[in-house]
């Protein structure tokens, strides 16, 4: 056949092109797969291949000959990539770049590159003798294959035409030269994603272009996997949506509305395991979603006081920041992002947005931040959130997901609530998702929203399924009707419309092979006569767990204690005391426990429910608890100590629930701090408060009074800039007693000392003197700042007294340089102000 790029004419049976490795048919990869015009980042594993010795071999034989082998080994792994579904991106001379992950994700895409790439080995090796006499050496290739995030765009399998940008394939290339013949080099995150399956040789680490620090590298070495391991096969005890045809129209007409400029807010509400996510899943699906940008948060069940979390969360995946990425990286990302949505006004965003996100400025942009008090801070933030969401609604609509915002923390809601507005003139859809009954959410979110914008607002509430759909979820599991009818008819009874309850018993009847599988399907078993079906969802979990292997059961526990979601390397270290770890998560991800996903470039652990994780933790002795939540914080503490601030409040979670109180009230103060610093003042003030309560309780309320002060301070700043100034007055005032300072008492005893205090001053206006000053002692200089705070609150608060405290500040800065402390010239301008306008001048 002629190839129409470069005109070779190639064997009959020949797919590629041997000159120039053009596509010569199109059945060369599997079905064709619909075209997306759309860029996506997506996950995506490179497959780099080269024939060992290929120069030589093209000066030992003649070009036909080249030709022919190559066009054969383009053939041959041509089919072993389309049976893994790869995607034949290039095939050049001896070279070949395949990629898994686009068009379509299988979740296993490093696992199908491996096995690619070995088979691909095994096809040159079983070429080799036909050609070896002729070229002087056996026929061999190398490989490299590396995972990480790319850019696709425009992918179209039918005219094989797309574009995949980004260092993962330049790195997949390098890998693929450092291999030699026969060997097959991966990058850290294949590695990770298919060590369960393979074995590897850990190699010394290499620098690569592009990027500054050396990568590691793993050399494959066999597959643990038996000879049956069948893709396609696999059964996977799911169901297709069902009963919620209704929903998803309504969030879908929502999405159509976006797209013609109209933007809405849409609650989605029920109980746990309802099927909220699983909604939300399918609506990703929809071909209409390809037209939007996906922003999704999610928080998690100890976020309460994790300030901005879910916020952050967005923030994190849409910059791609990974949890190990230095403040530098992650800012380098952030940048990114701002640049590429809104580059005019990137200097001004970013600097808000890296606070937000809890990163230590540097050089200018700590500059600009560094003046602004709390309250103007938050408006900035608010603002720059806002300008970044409209710019890139301008480019497509933007659907701002919050997955269980029943757990997320006040100030990330009050956020939410000031950006809803938006929907009004931007094509822009916030889709809240939470359970019933909590009060954050119950109370404002929902009927805020629905006064605030009824025209803009939707709720789906998700019910029960009925009992035919809970029938049919049950059938399409098990995918066969065998089930008893007794058996069929209890388990919808239990299960109440609940698919998450459904889904569990049949796991657990899998587990005690009531049911098993037979061929490609199931069969029942005589021990279905004797099963129970537990009452409620936990009681199935609790079951489950209970059969699980000691070992395997403790390490569930100790995931449990970590979180929803777990990385790896935390679980690795945190339970370094039970063996196999790779075989026992593997049997909780079969057993349905846990699912692995990637991200952020990190193998990650997810429980499948957050029902899970609660049955799993309520089934710690409560001795046995606290020690694990102090080896997690411990654990968190050694592997994320570049970025130790972003975990201030998750550690003094994890050592509160360990009783190592000093620690959680460090911890508390320094998470409080923190908070002050990004303006979530709400959470602040939670964590002073409970820093303080945790050290009065262990210390009394006069062990350290300098430690008690700061808190009190802190206490102070942060109920002022909630607003709540009566609280915030009545902590600066026990702060001053503190430091030795009267309180005023009545009424006519401040007038007096105003009186006093005034005379002093505007005498003091009169006779100048060039006296140099000196320096403020330590004490004089905190209650100069105190009073100064305090002063502050008053102005909003009380100005009469205000005015009297100003007045009182200037005495008392007369006895001392006040340019020396924070804030003092602020003083002498702010003075100055007041008295001009009393027809003073200093
Ligand atoms: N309508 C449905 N049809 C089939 N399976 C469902 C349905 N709703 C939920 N599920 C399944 O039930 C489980 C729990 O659902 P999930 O969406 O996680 O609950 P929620 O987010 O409301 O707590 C998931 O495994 C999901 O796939
Ligand atoms: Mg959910």
Known sequence: MECSKCRFENAAEIWFCGQCGNRLTQNAVAKPVKTIFESERKQVTALFSDITGYVAITERIDREEVWEITGRIFQGAAEILAHYDGFIERFAGDGLLALFGVPKSHGDDPVRALHAAREIHGLVASL?????????????????????????????????????????????????????????????????????????????????????????????????????????????????????????????????KAIHGRGSVVNVIGEAGIGKSRLIAELKKCGIMKQATFLEGRAISIGKHLSFHPIIDIFKQWTMIADDDTDSAAFAKIEKTIRAVHPEESDEILPFMATLMGLKLVGRHAERVRDIESEGLEKLILKSIRELLIRKSELQPVIVIMEDLHWADASSIKLLESLYLLVEKYRIIFINVFRPGYLNTDTGTVTKVEEMLPDHYVEVLLQPLNDSDSKTLLDNMLEFKGLPRSVRTRIVEHAGGNPFFIEEVVYSLIDEAAVVRHNSGFEVTDKIKSIVIPP????????????????????????????????????????????????????????????????????????????????????????????????????????????????????????????????????????????????????????????????????????????????????????????????????????????????????????????????????????????????????????????????????????????????????????????????GFRLWVGTGTVFSYMGVSL
């Not at 990770?192 to 590691?216: D, W, Y």
């Open 128 to 256: 080799s003798p036909r050609y070896e006499a002729g070229i002087g050496i056996k026929l061999s290739r190398h490989s490299g294959i590396n995972t990480g995030l790319a850019v696709a765009a425009e992918i179209d399998h039918v005219k094989g035409t797309h574009r995949v940008t980004g260092n993962v394939i330049n790195i997949a290339a390098r890998l693929s030269n450092l291999a030699r013949a026969h060997e097959i080099f991966v990058g850290f995150v294949t590695y990770r994603a298919c060590r369960n399956h393979f074995s590897f040789e850990p190699l010394k680490p290499v620098f690569v272009k592009g990027k500054t620090e050396q990568i590691p590298l793993y050399k494959l070495l066999s597959s643990k996997v038996s000879k049956s391991f069948n893709i396609r096969s696999s059964h996977r005890l799911s169901s297709e949506m069902i009963g919620r045809d209704r929903d998803l129209y309504k969030l879908e007409m929502r999405i159509v």
């Open 536 to 823: 409620t969802i936990n009681d199935v979990l609790i079951a489950r767990l209970d059969r699980l292997e000691t070992q395997t059961r403790e390490l569930v526990k100790i995931a449990s204690v970590i979180g929803r979601s777990f990385f790896d390397h935390i679980i690795r270290d945190v339970a370094d005391y039970i063996d196999d770890i790779d075989n026992r998560l593997e049997h909780l991800k079969d057993a349905y426990f846990i699912k692995d996903r990637i991200r952020m470039q990190e193998l990650e652990y997810l429980f499948k429910h957050a029902l899970v994780q609660d049955a799993a933790y309520e089934s710690i002795l409560i001795t046995q608890r606290k020690a694990l939540h102090l080896k997690v914080a411990k654990s968190i503490e050694k592997l994320f100590k570049e970025r130790l601030h972003e975990f201030y409040g998750m550690l003094s979670f994890h050592y509160g629930k360990g009783e190592d109180l000093e620690k959680a009230e460090e911890y508390l103060t320094k998470a409080g701090e923190e908070s002050l610093r990004s303006s979530a003042s709400i959470e602040a003030l939670v964590y002073f408060q409970e820093a303080l309560k945790l050290f009065i309780d262990q210390h009394g309320d006069s062990a350290n009074p300098e430690k008690l002060l700061v808190l009190e301070k802190n206490i102070a700043l942060a109920s002022c800039r909630k607003g709540q100034f009566v609280d915030g007055l009545k902590y600066y005032d026990q702060v001053l007693e503190r430091l030795g300072v009267r309180p005023s008492g009545s009424r006519i005893i401040e007038a007096v000392r105003f009186a006093g205090n005034l005379l002093y001053v505007v005498g003091k206006l009169f006779l100048s003197s060039n006296k140099a000053k000196r320096s403020p002692g330590r004490r004089e200089k905190e209650i100069f700042e105190t009073t100064m705070k305090r002063n502050e609150t008053l102005v909003i608060a009380d100005t009469g007294r205000a005015f009297s405290s100003m007045i009182r500040l200037l005495r008392m800065g007369d006895a001392f340089d006040i340019t020396k402390t924070a804030n």
